[in-house]
């Protein structure tokens, strides 16, 4: 089983539409979750963290569910800056010294 | 604050030379992390490396590939006798010490790496 699991996408969708994004991942153990957004060919940067009880920042909220092991991005209201591609990002991996794994990402597009 | 800083951003290199990367991490981060991304996927971990130790190398090809990050000066990560399979964007990363906002990364702008 992959480490981290995403749909790749894309995921094409209007402007102002919701959009979902969920991600597993394997290690339990995992303490720290976070999602990272990469724009073409750049550097990724951080989006939100994500917390046990789910959190909100704007039109973005993420969700934590441990005991699946699944973690959810939803957009509202989406942007066409809006395009670009999502990471889901677990802390772990086996020996667990804190390095963050990075899951292949979903593609998003929105359209005018 | 300038951010965490590679260089080259873009480097070229024949079959069997050598690439040397930099980078210095943000003002106050103690510990750096190297991922790669092949074209079309994914971040692939590498190495994590405090001060003069290596943290994590798990990520690391066993042949060819070293990383350091001496008590002065940047970290380098050096690809000996590199061929066409090690091109790719190599993304430096840093983060403050444990405890302190540790795991939240900050990217620097990737150095480019084509293998002629």
């Known amino acids: 089983r992959k480490e981290v699991e995403q749909d790749p996408g894309p995921f094409n969708v209007p402007e102002g539409a919701t959009v979902a994004f969920n991600c597993t991942y394997s290690?339990?153990?995992?303490?720290?979750f976070f999602w990272y957004r990469q724009d073409c060919r750049k550097e990724p940067k951080l989006l939100m963290s994500v917390y046990s009880s789910g959190n909100e920042d704007g039109r973005f909220t993420a969700q934590l569910n441990r005991a699946s092991q699944y973690i959810s991005l939803l957009i509202r209201d989406s942007k066409l800056s809006d395009s670009a591609t999502y990471l889901c990002?677990?802390?772990?991996?086996?020996?667990?010294?804190?390095?963050?794994?990075f899951g292949q990402g979903t593609t998003l597009q929105v359209k005018p | 604050n300038a951010g965490v800083m590679q260089n080259p951003r873009h480097l070229v290199r024949r079959r069997g030379q050598e690439a040397r990367l930099r980078c210095s991490p943000m003002?106050?981060?103690?510990?750096v992390y190297w991922y790669r991304q092949l074209p079309e996927e994914g971040l692939k971990f590498m190495v994590y490396l405090q001060k003069e130790n290596i943290i994590d190398e798990s990520g690391m090809p066993k042949e060819r590939f070293s990383a350091e990050f001496p008590k002065e000066g940047p970290s380098i990560l050096r690809i000996q006798q590199v061929v066409r399979g090690d091109s790719a964007a190599y993304f430096c990363?840093?983060?403050?010490?444990?405890?302190?906002?540790?795991?939240?990364?900050?990217f620097g702008a990737g150095s480019r790496l084509t293998v002629l």
């Open positions: 290690n339990s153990a995992s303490q720290s």
């Open positions: 990002v677990p802390e772990g991996g086996s020996s667990n010294t804190g390095k963050l794994i």
């Open positions: 990363a840093s983060s403050a010490p444990r405890g302190r906002g540790a795991n939240v990364l900050t």
């Open positions: 003002k106050g981060h103690s510990h």
